[in-house]
């Protein structure tokens, strides 16, 4: 494993994850949010996004976090593993409103400059909404741009720190 790509819902533990096996196999990490973001949750120019991103996966080995749809065309073909955070909803839904109190007092590491957690209801929606919309574009992905890749489908904390362990 020299290029993993962990990807999944949003409150699934991505950069968690990430952050964990960069550490582990001393691999650099790549966060996507903040590539994407400015401050303020300003969105980058989606041609911006994709040319910041295939500069970053350009290197010889990363583990890079994120779900980003519009760039997994240019993430997957240099992926030798894909994780797949697939765990439950309302799992996803708790951990990011719980990020809004941890996060209170400053930003996340794993996120841009003046993007700090708030109650989003329209964000919230997305998460319950996940599976139903982007599971089945995952998949297709997954088939069209990384047949190569070694695919891990976790689907527990439980399967997440297995996974962790024999790394």
């Known amino acids: 494993m020299r290029r993993i790509l962990v990807i999944g819902n949003s409150g699934a533990g991505k950069s968690t994850l990430a952050r964990k096996l ?3 196999l ?3 990490v790549i966060h996507l949010d903040i590539l994407f973001w400015k401050p303020g949750w300003v969105e980058s120019d989606d ?6 991103t295939a500069e970053a996966i ?3 080995a990363w583990v890079c976090d994120g779900d980003f749809g519009s760039s997994l065309d240019v993430r997957l073909p240099r992926a030798d593993t894909v994780v797949w955070l697939d765990l439950p909803v309302f799992l996803c839904l708790f951990r990011a409103i719980w990020r ?3 996060y209170a007092d400053g930003g996340r590491p794993d996120m841009a400059e003046g993007c700090r957690e708030s109650i989003d209801f329209k964000f919230y929606h997305y998460i319950l909404t996940f599976n139903r919309w982007r599971s089945g574009r995952i998949e297709a ?3 069209e741009h990384a047949p190569h890749a070694r695919l891990v489908r ?3 904390d439980r399967e997440i720190a297995a996974f962790l362990a024999q790394a």
């Open 47 to 52: 041609g911006a996004f994709r040319a910041r």
């Open 154 to 156: 976790l689907r527990s």
């Open 22 to 24: 960069g550490d582990k």
């Open 58 to 60: 350009a290197a010889p």
């Open 141 to 143: 992905s997954l088939a």
């Open 100 to 102: 809004v109190f941890a």
């Open 26 to 28: 001393g691999l650099p």
